[in-house]
């Protein structure tokens, strides 16, 4: 009897390896990976909603929390093959975080740029495409963002000139990079004949404000267009979008001298 | 009891009887119904004072655009309120309900409500809508632009001295509607959202 149960929960642990391993390379293939050099920058990945928050979801009713879980892992395996690179996702199942933690967590790991992974939807099913977007107050004109600075005493005597931004406008200070980030993107995704007409926007959107490096809001396509969700929802398609996220990221990395 | 005796008490009747009578009128007088008019009056028309129409204006209203990325605006009549903030209450009011004539659409998710409108001496104004424009959105960040974006545009063009519009929910300041655009500031106008309008943007009654 003691036989037959080992048997049993051995047969039982082999299907459970099998069915784990099977469900881990359908999200995220293996590649090899090299440990990070100390020198490492940091990438941010946010798939966007979760938990409770499903976002939208396509006419099958696949609710874009998981699309921009998988791709977000997939970005992150493609990623993390260079050893110069480390990528953090700011949430790696399905739990809601708040806007404002996402973006909390890009700063405090001093990102070299944060990527908000975003499905978007329309009332109806003719817009299609990828469009990037960087932060734009609409109140941001004329807004001296390079202030000189307020010398303060430090530890020891001296003193340390510090700049005191608005929390809602710092992200500003990066609006060139960002723009350039969602513009190689942009790049990436037209080659692919995948861009919206819209291609780069600004908005003021949540998860941007505050960032303290370039951030950009990825919506990889359209749930309620049938091609676009072709793509978002098969393990081909988000390879594929991983690859193009990934290269321009690393071509945006490469015309960005490191701090 | 004596011959006198009954005399006094029937007087006492009496006089008990002409002094109710009396009070019953004068009580009838002052607190009763009015008295009917005379025949003569009766048949006189009476003169009608005729209720003064209040004036109307078309206010804008912003909507979908037919091609389902942008915001153009349409017309609505309406009455004429005697504030702009009562007027862009009226506006809002209008707008929730509206359904535009095909190919245009209304941002706004069935079955929001308006809970109240608040406007500042800088020039902010605060719209409390119920929490069923975020229950019921359908999300996407275009989407949730097109619907924050054609609440703030319709306050500003029904309130022009008006700068900037915060959207609340149930009451208290939110981070987003359906978790993009940053509802913690007010917002101002985003005319690149918007479109001219359509020659024959009418909506349907």
Same mark, same amino acid.
């Given at each position: 009897?003691?036989?037959?149960?080992?048997?049993?929960?051995?047969?039982?642990?082999?299907?459970?390896?099998?069915?784990?391993?099977?469900?881990?390379?359908?999200?995220?293939?293996?590649?090899?990976?090299?440990?990070?050099?100390?020198?490492?920058?940091?990438?941010?990945?946010?798939?966007?909603?979760?938990?409770?928050?499903?976002?939208?979801?396509?006419?099958?009713?696949?609710?874009?929390?998981?699309?921009?879980?998988?791709?977000?892992?997939?970005?992150?395996?493609?990623?993390?093959?260079?050893?110069?690179?480390?990528?953090?996702?700011?949430?790696?199942?399905?739990?809601?975080?708040?806007?404002?933690?996402?973006?909390?967590?890009?700063?405090?790991?001093?990102?070299?740029?944060?990527?908000?992974?975003?499905?978007?939807?329309?009332?109806?099913?003719?817009?299609?495409?990828?469009?990037?977007?960087?932060?734009?107050?609409?109140?941001?004109?004329?807004?001296?963002?390079?202030?000189?600075?307020?010398?303060?005493?430090?530890?020891?005597?001296?003193?340390?000139?510090?700049?005191?931004?608005?929390?809602?406008?710092?992200?500003?200070?990066?609006?060139?990079?960002?723009?350039?980030?969602?513009?190689?993107?942009?790049?990436?995704?037209?080659?692919?004949?995948?861009?919206?007409?819209?291609?780069?926007?600004?908005?003021?959107?949540?998860?941007?404000?505050?960032?303290?490096?370039?951030?950009?809001?990825?919506?990889?396509?359209?749930?309620?267009?049938?091609?676009?969700?072709?793509?978002?929802?098969?393990?081909?398609?988000?390879?594929?979008?991983?690859?193009?996220?990934?290269?321009?990221?690393?071509?945006?990395?490469?015309?960005?001298?490191?701090? | 009891?004596?011959?006198?005796?009954?005399?006094?008490?029937?007087?006492?009747?009496?006089?008990?009887?002409?002094?109710?009578?009396?009070?019953?009128?004068?009580?009838?007088?002052?607190?009763?119904?009015?008295?009917?008019?005379?025949?003569?009056?009766?048949?006189?028309?009476?003169?009608?004072?005729?209720?003064?129409?209040?004036?109307?204006?078309?206010?804008?209203?912003?909507?979908?655009?037919?091609?389902?990325?942008?915001?153009?605006?349409?017309?609505?009549?309406?009455?004429?309120?005697?504030?702009?903030?009562?007027?862009a209450?009226?506006?809002?009011?209008?707008?929730?309900?509206?359904?535009?004539? &095909?190919?245009?659409?209304?941002?706004?998710?069935?079955?929001?409500?308006?809970?109240?409108l608040y406007a500042?001496? &800088?020039?902010d104004v605060y719209v409390?809508?119920?929490?069923?424009?975020?229950?019921?959105?359908?999300?996407?960040?275009?989407?949730?632009?097109?619907?924050?974006?054609?609440?703030?545009?319709?306050v500003?063009?029904?309130m022009?001295?008006a700068?900037s519009v915060q959207?609340?929910?149930?009451?208290?300041?939110?981070?987003?509607?359906?978790?993009?655009?940053?509802?913690?500031?007010?917002?101002?106008?985003?005319?690149?959202?918007?479109?001219?309008?359509?020659?024959?943007?009418?909506?349907?009654?």
């Open positions: 009897m003691q036989r037959r149960l080992s048997g049993f929960f051995l047969v039982l642990a082999l299907v459970g390896s099998a069915s784990w391993l099977r469900l881990r390379a359908d999200e995220a293939p293996s590649q090899p990976q090299a440990p990070p050099t100390a020198d490492a920058r940091i990438i941010v990945i946010d798939p966007g909603h979760g938990g409770d928050d499903a976002g939208t979801a396509s006419p099958a009713g696949l609710p874009e929390k998981d699309i921009t879980l998988a791709i977000a892992r997939r970005l992150r395996t493609a990623l993390d093959s260079r050893p110069d690179l480390v990528t953090v996702l700011t949430r790696d199942d399905d739990r809601r975080v708040s806007l404002r933690d996402r973006t909390a967590l890009a700063n405090t790991r001093k990102a070299a740029a944060l990527v908000s992974l975003h499905v978007n939807a329309s009332a109806a099913d003719t817009l299609h495409g990828a469009e990037f977007t960087v932060l734009a107050p609409d109140d941001a004109g004329g807004v001296a963002l390079e202030s000189p600075g307020t010398p303060l005493p430090v530890a020891g005597g001296a003193t340390r000139v510090i700049e005191f931004a608005p929390w809602d406008r710092v992200a500003l200070r990066h609006r060139t990079d960002s723009l350039r980030l969602a513009r190689a993107m942009a790049s990436a995704f037209e080659a692919e004949g995948q861009l919206s007409p819209r291609g780069v926007q600004s908005a003021p959107l949540a998860v941007l404000t505050g960032a303290t490096m370039p951030a950009v809001v990825a919506d990889l396509g359209y749930a309620t267009h049938a091609d676009d969700m072709a793509r978002l929802g098969s393990a081909e398609g988000q390879e594929a979008i991983a690859r193009q996220l990934r290269d321009a990221l690393l071509q945006f990395l490469v015309e960005t001298p490191a701090p | 009891m004596t011959s006198r005796g009954v005399t006094l008490a029937v007087a006492g009747l009496v006089l008990a009887a002409i002094f109710g009578w009396v009070l019953l009128a004068q009580i009838t007088r002052l607190f009763g119904p009015p008295p009917a008019p005379a025949a003569a009056t009766a048949t006189t028309p009476s003169p009608m004072v005729a209720p003064t129409p209040r004036a109307r204006v078309r206010m804008p209203l912003s909507v979908v655009a037919a091609d389902d990325a942008h915001l153009v605006t349409v017309p609505q009549d309406m009455v004429q309120e005697s504030s702009p903030l009562d007027q209450r009226g506006a809002l009011d209008a707008l929730l309900t509206l359904t535009p004539r &095909t190919p245009l659409s209304s941002a706004i998710s069935p079955g929001t409500t308006l809970l109240g500042t001496d &800088t020039g409390d809508l119920g929490g069923d424009v975020a229950r019921a959105h359908p999300g996407g960040t275009l989407r949730e632009l097109l619907t924050v974006y054609s609440i703030v545009h319709t500003l063009d029904a022009p001295s700068t959207i609340l929910i149930d009451g208290r300041e939110v981070e987003t509607l359906a978790g993009h655009v940053d509802l913690r500031h007010p917002l101002r106008r985003a005319e690149h959202l918007t479109r001219p309008p359509a020659p024959s943007s009418e909506t349907t009654p």
